[in-house]
């Protein structure tokens, strides 16, 4: 035997030595890709169906209950029997017993006499608590006061105007000429262009800001809804609204026909246009005019500014020494209030 081997052994060295080295590069490649993925368990696949799976559907939301007002909740001079709850909030209502808001909440006036009767509603009220505030303490209590739906704080202020005596009554807000590009009744407005559920829908919102008034007037500041009031079928279907709750309506528009579905009436001049003062006094002195002709007259003053509010109460302290009465203005319209003479 030769000191080489023989070539048996050498060829299954060789073998060997090619099985090592291919194992060793397997090794090699798998620590190089790492470990495989691991299957998903049960959990992660219950996930993922989940994530795959729609949302269950949601039940219909269903209509709040409009259970009845607590009486702590109500406005101090609010008769809580003249009001009924509804999803917009408390709303004027006509009693049982037939007593109805225009009656409950109209200042009383003495029936007998008998002098030409004056009478006022200011507007422009509730957006501005100082002015509003200056405007309460200062006018005679037996003008009224339109206050806006608008104001989130108006509720003090107007019950500070119950307090003083003054008759208080809802700016409703109307389409007027002007719109869309000079006047915006806001978004509560009562527009020509809604249908007619929509409008009585935002009439009854615009109501339970404040269930206690006497009535409405059919303007928010200087905006007189002529637009709206000229479409016979809205309007008429607002007005029977406001008659169903007990409540009266003023027309702002000078010399517009009496309302055919309420009681109510329209003004006879608006007395701040334009607001300055020798205009503001020369308005008035056509309404005592009006007045005596007539035996009543109703002006409407748009915007409770300071020279309006200054020149009314220096006017109305002289008008009985020129023979008239400034009344309340629910008094031109003979409603009968329980346990007064009007």
């Known amino acids: 035997m030769g000191g080489g081997g023989s070539p048996g052994w050498r060829a299954l060295a060789g073998f060997w030595g090619v099985v090592l080295l291919a194992l060793a590069l397997t090794a090699a490649t798998l620590a190089w890709l790492g470990p495989p993925p691991p299957s998903p368990t049960p959990v992660a696949e ?3 169906e989940a994530e795959a799976a729609p949302p269950p559907a949601q039940p219909a939301p269903q209509p709040v209950p409009t259970a009845s007002i607590p009486l702590g909740s109500l406005p101090p001079h609010v008769d809580p029997a003249l009001v009924e709850p509804s999803p917009h909030g408390p709303l004027p209502r006509i009693a ?10 109209a200042r009383s006036f003495d029936g007998g006499d008998r002098r030409p009767r004056v009478a006022l509603i200011i507007g422009g009220l ?3 608590a100082s ?3 200056q405007a309460i303490v200062a006018l005679p209590q037996d003008v009224a006061l339109a206050f806006s739906p608008y104001s989130r704080f108006v509720e003090p202020l107007i019950d500070r105007a119950r307090e003083r005596g ?3 009554l809802l700016a409703l807000p109307m389409e007027s000429a002007g719109f869309p590009m000079l006047s915006d009744p806001g978004d509560r407005g009562l527009l020509t262009g809604l249908p007619l559920g929509e409008n009585l829908s935002r009439l009854e919102w615009l109501l339970a800001r404040y269930p206690g008034h006497a009535g409405v007037v ?5 905006m007189r809804g002529e637009r709206f009031a000229a479409m016979a079928e809205p309007f008429g279907a607002v007005q029977a609204a406001l008659a169903g709750r007990g409540l009266l309506f003023f027309d702002a528009r000078p010399g517009a026909a009496a309302p055919t579905r309420v009681p109510g009436r329209s003004v006879d001049i608006v007395v701040d246009e334009p607001a300055t003062r020798p205009q503001i006094e020369a308005n008035l002195a056509a309404l005592e005019r009006l007045a005596r002709e007539r035996g009543a007259a109703l002006g409407y003053v748009g915007d409770a500014s300071p020279v309006a509010v200054q020149v009314i109460a220096s006017w109305a302290g002289g008008l009985e020494s020129r023979g008239l009465v400034l009344a309340p203005p629910s008094v031109l319209i003979r409603i009968p209030s329980p346990g007064a003479s009007r």
Do not use: H, I, V
Request: hydrophobic share 35%; proline share 11%.
């Open 46 to 48: 219950a996930a993922s």
């Open 96 to 105: 049982p017993d037939g007593r109805a808001p225009m009656q409950a909440y």
């Open 126 to 128: 509730g957006m501005n």
């Open 131 to 133: 002015l509003t505030e």
């Open 166 to 168: 003054f008759e208080t």
């Open 218 to 222: 059919g303007a928010l500041g200087p």
